[in-house]
């Protein structure tokens, strides 16, 4: 496999010379000096890159790189009105497809598009798809409908805009209005939608879960274990036995907790502490030994594998592994005996790991924390409690002091610390959201993620430098484009990017210390974490650009994370000894595509949660339709501005519904300004909204004006602005394709035109 792939690497850089000129087959074969008896697969690796979208193969028989030939390959991202645009692979600009030139593609489809018109001043650069390469739905998830004697399903995902033909022979007994998941037989063409057949009936749409399901079943999110992975985890005993000790070190007699929230069931890592005479601290972090139970190769280690994460819902959570192992003889819970893996760090008073010990052990917790009790204990001294815990105060304290060293020492290396709010929705017995409260992590929580990264990095480093196959956790340098881009922002808002071209995560960290507390704080922090590179899994070691850590891994949360399984079962064969040449082999040749699949089944399990956020929260207003809320101005666009309120939810007042003015937007500095007022709406202002419209099929939120305490900070304009009037909101303009038709100025010079008529006609 490696051998073909570096084939493939070597043709495409001789057709990606400028001396290049499309070859045929016969023409490369002479020019690539191949035998003859090696003909087929040069043919055969052909086809392959041709089925990639890597090359192309033109009608007079001659291959090239789509790049040189007019061609982008990427991904398709679909726009609700039909529209969408192709991000390329190789980067560079977004390319805008007409609604008449997606030619059958789908939302997320890897496709390959033909540029038309070539972007200008005021417009992007227009194409049409004329391959699809590779398909992004199997399956479908929407509500059924039926219409004469054929049915279709209108499909939840507002990308996929397209309704699904369903013969009457393959409705499945679904009744109209349910939700189903569809299988596609027939891919959409250009004039034609999809054809399929009903695999699921889900429920009616308005029974309780069945929204939640409907997110699980499009992002495809396996909820159910097979029979025979279900038939492995029955087996395991639920408690440690004699033989399961044999050769671990006894830490039941160490003092530790686990410190988790309180609808936590999959306990995972405890700690412990210890201040030595030397003033040094001995923390020891442990961490469930997973891997004992999960073999590899078996059902539950293939189907852990699959899918890579728990993903977590407000009213679900859908495990990595079944529950006789998350909940029960892995998780652990106090007062049991448990496998574990433990890392014995000895760290001075300046943050600063002077000796680790990593080994296989036993322990027993001796408390089952909350978040909220450690907070009760150290911030706010409860008696109670502190009598409770008595036997635990003296670590609590120690434990604080330690993370708030580590805390320090990570920053002073430049790491960069976001502090955004969370959303946690609460839910009724029918699932309905009915309530949805903003809060921030407090001192327990950051004791545990202090505690997690020093271990994470000190497991990196030691597994490092011992040259062994290794999964990482890496995060790469932002995109200097988009770094720049980020700066000419921060400056509209008087902050300057040190070194923006070539940037240090300590200047992004110097600027999230300027905006703490100030009203541009969040949009700040969204754009700034928007341009940053996603962290992902790699077998190739790299650095961590946001932790500004060298070596960085996921070990401490293997009974939810597939790498951190696969690092524990690595770690164990190296400790024994049984990490020989042939392992290493296997390791080396397995982790690249466990890594890539595993990042992108973590990718899967955020965009459903977020989905599954935005669309309670959607819910949540639906109920409040009228009501008025005050709020904070959090972005604004060329068509409206976002008002998120104090609950976290987020709303967009529309330009069409400010009716006492027509509003420009300032791209450089972020805001609408009044032609006739010279009202100015900025980033921070806070305002007093009342809730329009709140639809949970789109996720959309539409708020209307009231007033304003921050619109006049001109000072040209004395009076308060007046009350909107409640407006049927228009649909959603995606702001791309107002670039690409050089809306913006256009309607501006247009309103400038009629108002300069209008007022010579009163002349």
């Keep these: 496999m490696n051998l073909m792939e570096e084939r493939k690497k070597r043709i495409l850089a001789f057709m990606r010379e400028k001396a290049y000129k499309p070859l045929l087959l016969s023409e490369l074969v002479t020019v690539l000096d191949v035998p003859g008896e090696d003909i087929p697969l040069l043919m055969s690796l052909l086809d392959d890159m041709e089925k990639e979208g890597l090359i192309i193969r033109t009608k007079k028989e001659r291959y090239g790189v789509p790049e040189r030939m007019g061609l982008v390959t990427g991904r398709f991202q679909a726009h609700g009105r039909g ?87 393959s409705t499945g007994g679904a009744k109209p209005g349910q939700k189903v998941v569809v299988e596609i037989t027939r891919w959409p063409e250009a004039k034609r939608n999809a054809e399929g057949k009903i695999i699921e009936i889900l429920g009616d749409s308005g029974d309780a879960g069945v929204d939640i399901m409907s997110i699980i079943r499009a992002y495809g999110i396996p909820y159910e274990f097979p029979e025979e992975a279900l038939g492995e985890a029955g087996i395991i005993p639920q408690a440690v036995r004699e033989e399961d000790i044999k050769g671990r070190r006894d830490l039941r007699d160490l003092r530790m907790v686990t410190i988790d929230g309180e609808d936590a069931r999959d306990l995972d890592d405890a700690v412990s502490i210890e201040v030595l005479e030397n003033g040094s601290f001995l923390l020891g972090v442990h961490i469930a030994d997973v891997s004992h139970y999960v073999k590899e190769g078996s059902m539950l280690d293939r189907e852990a594998l699959h899918r890579g994460t728990s993903v977590y819902f407000p009213d679900r959570v859908i495990p990595m592994l079944p529950k006789e192992l998350s909940n029960g003889i892995c998780s652990l819970n106090a007062g049991e005996d448990r496998l574990a893996f433990s890392v014995m760090m000895e760290i001075d008073r300046n943050g600063r790991v002077k000796d680790h010990e990593i080994f296989e052990s036993v322990i027993r917790v001796n408390e089952r924390m909350t978040y909220t009790d450690v907070y009760k204990i150290l911030e706010e001294e409860d008696p109670e409690l502190k009598e409770r815990y008595r036997e635990h105060i003296e670590d609590f ?94 400056g509209a808002f008087g902050y300057h990017l040190k070194g923006y071209r070539d940037v240090h995560p300590k200047a992004l960290q110097e600027i999230l210390g300027q905006i703490r507390e100030t009203p541009e704080e969040k949009i700040i922090s969204t ?130 519904s400010l009716d006492d003015d027509y509003y420009e937007f300032d791209a450089r500095a972020l805001t609408l300004i009044g032609e006739r007022t010279k009202k100015r709406f900025r980033i921070g202002d806070r305002v007093r909204v009342q809730v329009v419209k709140a639809t949970p099929e789109t996720r959309q939120i539409d708020f209307i004006l009231l007033d304003s305490q921050n619109g006049n900070r001109s000072g040209e304009d004395a009076e308060g602005f007046k009350k909107a009037k409640p407006v049927k909101p228009k649909k959603a303009i995606d702001p791309r394709i107002l670039t690409h038709i050089g809306a913006n100025k256009k309607v501006s010079a247009k309103f400038k035109k009629k108002r300069k008529k209008k007022l010579k006609g009163r002349k």
């Excluded at 991000?87 to 008449?100: K, L, Q, R, S, Y």
């Excluded at 590779?134 to 004469?148: E, I, L, P, Q």
């Design 83 to 169: 529209f969408g645009f192709v991000m390329p692979e190789a980067g560079g600009e977004d390319v805008f497809i007409p609604a008449n030139a997606i030619g059958g593609a789908m939302h997320g489809d890897r496709v390959m598009a033909h540029i038309t018109k070539p972007a200008t001043p005021t417009r992007t650069q227009e194409g049409e798809i004329v391959k699809i390469l590779a398909r992004a739905h199997k399956t479908v998830v929407g509500t059924f409908d039926m219409s004469g004697s054929f049915g279709f399903v209108t499909p939840d995902h507002s990308r996929l805009f397209r309704d699904v033909f369903i013969p009457r022979d």
């Design 397 to 490: 304290f120690s434990m604080k002091e330690l993370a708030l060293i580590l805390k320090q020492k990570r920053l002073e290396r430049g790491a960069v610390d976001f502090d955004f709010s969370e959303a946690r929705i609460i839910l009724d017995e029918k699932g309905k959201p009915v309530e949805i409260k903003k809060y921030k992590l407090n001192i327990a929580s950051h004791i545990i993620e202090e505690f997690m990264l020093v271990c994470n990095e000190v497991v990196s480093e030691h597994f490092y430098w011992l040259g062994v196959p290794f999964v990482y956790r890496i995060h790469e340098n932002p995109d200097p484009d988009k770094m720049e881009s980020l700066n000419q922002v921060l």
């Design 527 to 656: 754009l700034m974490l928007r341009s940053l590179q996603k962290a992902r899994y790699s077998d190739v070691h790299n650095w961590h650009f946001g932790l500004a850590a060298e070596y960085y891994s996921h070990f401490t949360a293997p009974i939810r994370r597939y790498p951190d399984l696969i690092i524990h079962r690595i770690m164990k064969e190296q400790i024994s000894g049984r990490l020989d040449e042939k392992r290493i082999e296997h390791y080396r040749s397995i982790l690249p595509e466990i890594t890539e699949s595993n990042s992108e089944r973590e990718r899967a399990a955020e965009d459903a949660e977020r989905d599954c956020e935005q669309m309670k929260k959607a819910e949540y207003m639906r109920e409040r339709l009228g009501e008025e809320f005050e709020g904070i101005i959090s972005s604004i666009t060329a068509f409206g501005m976002f008002v998120e309120l104090d609950n976290t939810v987020e709303g967009l007042v529309r330009l069409s």
